[in-house]
């Protein structure tokens, strides 16, 4: 059974920077494109970033292009999400996701992290 697990999370003060880590095991991490999704409440889960399996392709939301980038390390089994210039609207709960490619679509997603708080202060 794939287990992800998210860390770094925590407070930050408007224009700091995290970096958030999530741990795959259960299964092969290579097979899997990877993903990080933030959700507020009362809103719907969105894609923040996504990277391809190898790497070779990433996505980023509009809202956060230039400010965060995703990387994964196939011999750690890790991916990691370097959140830069924060805002306070990037406060949200960051989860962690697998899926077979690139997916802003929450039913392709195999399998999700238990999230990790991101609270901006203004």
């Known amino acids: 059974q794939v287990q992800l697990v998210e860390s770094g999370g925590g407070l930050v003060q408007t224009g700091g920077s995290l970096t958030l880590s999530c741990a795959f095991s259960?299964?092969?991490?290579?097979?899997?494109?990877m993903a990080w999704f933030r959700q507020t409440p009362g809103k719907e889960r969105e894609l923040v970033a996504g990277i391809s399996r190898g790497g070779g392709n990433t996505f980023y939301a509009d809202s956060v292009k230039g400010r965060f980038t995703i990387s994964r390390d196939d011999s750690k089994n890790t991916v990691d999400l370097q959140m830069n210039s924060l805002q306070p609207e990037d406060t949200a709960v960051y989860y962690c996701?697998?899926?077979?490619?690139?997916?802003?679509?929450?039913?392709?997603?195999?399998?999700w992290g238990q999230g990790t708080q991101v609270t901006v202060s203004s």
């Open positions: 259960g299964g092969t991490f290579s097979t899997y494109a």
């Open positions: 996701a697998t899926s077979s490619v690139i997916t802003s679509d929450l039913r392709r997603i195999d399998y």
